[in-house]
């Protein structure tokens, strides 16, 4: 009853209680949820029943909260991304969310019951079993670990698993596993690292990637007997590629000397792209350097080999290749920069070959380097000059010209000539800049002569390197000195060695008509030593051949010489070009090319290189001559 205090009855309770819950009653002027036990008892003279009330408001709610939790928590897993698993220590699944459908293809109840470690790729066991060793000493602590799960369709993917002990909380029982397919962003991070450390271009190894298996290997030769080499490949003639077929092409044969290469190594070699037109090889666990010598010699061979690009057409280049070893005794050595070193003399004893690095080596390469410094400086500084050689109509010995020849006056090794410096300006692209001061300079000198003498002064000869003639700016360049200095372009000679017109005959003819545009005359100088057929002469827009000073040499002497210089001679006025002999030392040898019909001489006979000043001397001498 209501607002009633039920009375307690004392006595022996024999027989179990009957339980009968009543909601909401008014007890003591509040509405709670009561429980109504009734307990029958058995007295000595009657029986009664003792009516119980008990108040559960407070457990009622708590069971309630308790089912709402385990309701949102269960919709929670059973909807989760991630999957859900709770294993016990051997790995056997006591638990699987359903998600585990979705993300490996099985049925999450085939899978209670089964070992997880048999779905764990083998090479990432020992990371499950860790973490199970782990967990049991942390409980309740997460950790964090990767493995490779198998999937239902036979292919691995890979996981990231959170993973804490709850062995002792009796509503768990067991490790619990949250396991997040990261499949995807490992193949981004592989592509990531691939980029990193592989060339775009050819799929090689890059530099990056060489130098870190460089270092490995030097480490292992460190404990061994075995040596390992480098192999450095620079590609040449390759810019003739780029030039004359288009960048697409250099990148074809680039592809294509990356699988040459490879395809002459040992398993476990290693073959990188440096960068450009340069490669690398390592080879490792080597007993003797023959293994290195034979490799690198094979490498010569496949690149000189011609290319065939995709319209069909061939190309052929070379590859200069420097060796380097190292072992135990030697380990702190710079493999790559030494075979760099090698590979440079390669390319300097004709190309296409390889040579062995040795110490002599880079003491001669510290030199060209510190010369090519200098020479740097001495373009920033009066240090470079020129000195000119007059040529002369063998007919009437008047002066018809002169040719400028740079000079070096070094600060420290005095007066150095060019066959000291122009190789090494040619190779370090020095040459650019020095080709634009000698042309300018002897522009300006020849607009000088030109205002004082008139028509008493003839021509001035430049020579131009192939560095030069390749430059896109070039025409531009020479247009621009030429209306700086403003020399009548007509006195102005440019000479080009004939090895150049045969390396680039397509390439080149646009150029010398955009030269001859301007104004000035075209010689081809050194003729005869580039092997080229005469009938290539018609081709080319030039003015002038000069015939290189080896022809003359032998003129005077019995032989076959002379008919060989009259064949030239006759061509070259067949086809209208002014002759002019280099190199004559001897009266003989003049006479012979007077009797020839040679148009012009220059030499020693006739004069060395001399300043501007013994120039004019000269000029002004055939001024006096022509006025008495």
Request: contains cysteine.
């Amino acid at each position: 009853p209501d607002d009633e205090t039920l009375p307690a009855v004392p006595g022996r309770a024999s027989l179990a209680s009957e339980a009968v819950e009543w909601r909401h009653r008014t007890i003591g002027g509040r509405i709670i949820d009561v429980e109504i036990t009734s307990h029958p008892f058995q007295f000595e003279s009657h029986d009664a029943m003792l009516v119980v009330a008990l108040d559960i408001t407070e457990r009622k709610r708590v069971i309630r909260a308790l089912a709402d939790s385990e309701e949102r928590f269960r919709s929670l897993v059973q909807n989760a991304c991630d999957m859900i698993t709770v294993i016990r220590a051997d790995t056997t699944v006591i638990y699987q969310s359903p998600s585990c459908e979705v993300i490996l293809g099985y049925d999450a109840a085939g899978l209670v019951g089964r070992m997880l470690s048999e779905i764990v790729h083998a090479e990432d066991s020992d990371r499950l079993l860790a973490f199970l060793a782990l967990a049991t000493t942390k409980p309740s602590t997460a950790t964090t670990f990767e493995a490779r799960l198998r999937h239902f369709d036979d292919t691995w993917r890979t996981f990231e698993i959170v993973g804490s002990d709850h062995t002792a909380d009796p509503a768990v029982g067991g490790f619990v596993l949250n396991t997040r397919d990261i499949s995807e962003r490992k193949v981004l991070e592989q592509q990531l690292r691939d980029q990193a450390f592989q060339d775009a271009l050819t799929g090689l190894a890059n530099r990056a990637r060489f130098m870190d298996r460089l270092e490995h290997a030097l480490e292992r030769s460190v404990r061994g007997p075995d040596s390992v080499a480098v192999l450095f490949i620079d590609l040449d003639n390759f810019k003739s590629v780029n030039d004359t077929h288009g960048h697409a092409a250099g990148d074809n044969v680039l592809i294509q000397v990356g699988q040459r290469v490879q395809n002459c190594l040992r398993t476990g070699d290693t073959v990188a792209r440096l960068g450009g037109d340069e490669f690398a090889v390592l080879i490792e666990d080597i007993a003797t350097s023959e293994v290195a010598e034979r490799l690198a010699s094979r490498v010569v061979d496949e690149i000189s080999k011609a290319f065939v690009l995709s319209d069909g057409s061939e190309v052929t280049i070379g590859a200069s290749v420097g060796v380097s070893f190292i072992n135990e005794q030697d380990a702190t050595r710079d493999l790559v920069q030494d075979a760099d070193v090698a590979m440079y003399i390669a390319k300097t004893r004709g190309k296409s070959r390889y040579e062995i690095y040795n110490a002599d080596m880079h003491t001669a390469m510290a030199q060209k380097l510190e010369l090519v410094a200098d020479l740097q400086h001495a373009l920033e500084k009066p240090e470079l000059f020129l000195e000119y050689q007059p040529t002369f109509r063998l007919s009437t010995g008047e002066l018809t010209g002169v040719e400028a020849l740079v000079r070096w006056q070094h600060p420290k090794r005095g007066r150095v000539m060019p066959a000291a410096f122009i190789a090494r300006a040619e190779e370090s692209g020095l040459i650019l800049a020095l080709g634009r001061w000698v042309l300018s300079m002897a522009c300006r000198q020849a607009r000088q002569w030109q205002m004082r003498y008139g028509d008493d002064f003839g021509s001035m000869s430049v020579n131009i390197s192939v560095r030069q003639l390749q430059q896109p700016t070039f025409v531009e360049e020479v247009a621009d000195i030429l209306r700086e200095t403003g020399v009548d372009p007509s006195r102005i000679v440019l000479e080009i060695t004939e090895s150049v017109m045969m390396q680039e005959v397509d390439s080149t003819i646009p150029v010398l008509d955009s030269l001859k545009r301007l104004g000035v005359r075209l010689a081809i100088d050194d003729f005869g030593t580039g092997y080229s057929s005469l009938s290539y002469l018609a081709r080319y827009p030039f003015d002038i051949l000069k015939i290189d000073k080896s022809f003359i040499d032998g003129i005077d002497e019995p032989g076959n010489q002379v008919e060989l210089i009259r064949a030239i001679i006759e061509i070259a006025k067949v086809l209208g070009l002014e002759v002019v002999a280099e190199g004559i030392e001897r009266e003989a040898q003049a006479m012979q090319l007077r009797d020839l019909t040679c148009d012009i001489a220059q030499g020693f006979l006739f004069s060395q290189p001399v300043s501007p000043a013994a120039i004019a001397e000269m000029l002004d001498r055939l001024r006096e001559n022509l006025a008495a």
